[in-house]
T-cell receptor, first 112, second 112 residues
């Protein structure tokens, strides 16, 4: 079974802090994704990556950046956290584009 | 722009009932459609994926159908159980290299 692991289930940070959310997958998947999920808005794609050191903007990249230095790890970075970035963050991976995405358990991030 | 709609937002049924969850999409030119389950505070678990060339997929008590021409998919759950209580999301991929577009989900409650 594919395992996608997000480093923290819950995280509390303060406005202006630089925040790192980590995601690791163990199935040698090419593609990795970061979403945020908010009540009434559903899942929205922030960034995705097709390969190591490659990244593409999703629907809502503003205020975020990503890093993929190794195939198995995809990091989401909040450069200067703001209260409107309080959300549930979900990481996913897929073997190739067009194939099923497998999700981690999510990180519930609160920015105070 | 593809839009995915799931109505109603919530559904409550007695245990043992067969039920159908609906998903509609605006652009019928899709690559595939995926159904997910999400338990409270958790990530998404992939249930079924239907390719554009397929009409249905089955897994245990679950059956998903796809009618591209009418822009609709249904998830049929047979003999519902309290353990089926969760939020069910459908997601559409418009092209082989396209991102997933998610519906907002249907929260299902199965009463014992």
């Amino acid at each position: 079974d594919v395992k996608v692991t997000q480093s923290s289930r819950y995280l509390v940070k303060r406005t202006g802090e630089k925040v790192f959310l980590e995601c690791v997958q163990d199935m040698d998947h090419e593609n990795m994704f970061w979403y945020r999920q908010d009540p009434g808005l559903g899942l929205r794609l922030i960034y995705f990556s097709y390969d190591v050191k490659m990244k593409e903007k999703g629907d809502i990249p503003e205020g975020y950046s990503v890093s993929r230095e190794k195939k198995e790890r995809f990091s989401l970075i909040l450069e200067s956290a703001s209260t409107n970035q309080t959300s549930m963050y979900l990481c996913a991976s897929s073997l190739q584009i067009g194939q099923p995405q497998h999700f981690g358990d999510g990180t519930r991030l609160s920015i105070l | 722009k593809q839009e995915v709609t799931q109505i109603p937002a919530a559904l409550s049924v007695p245990e043992g009932e067969n039920l159908v969850l609906n998903c509609s999409f605006t652009d019928s030119a899709i690559y595939n459609l995926q159904w997910f389950r999400q338990d409270p505070g958790k990530g998404l678990t992939s249930l079924l994926l239907i390719q554009s060339s397929q009409r249905e997929q089955t897994s245990g008590r679950l059956n998903a159908s796809l009618d591209k021409s009418s822009g609709r998919s249904t998830l049929y759950i047979a003999a519902s159980q309290p353990g089926d209580s969760a939020t069910y999301l459908c997601a559409v991929r418009s092209g082989a290299n396209s991102k997933l577009t998610f519906g907002k989900g249907i929260t299902l409650s199965v009463r014992p």
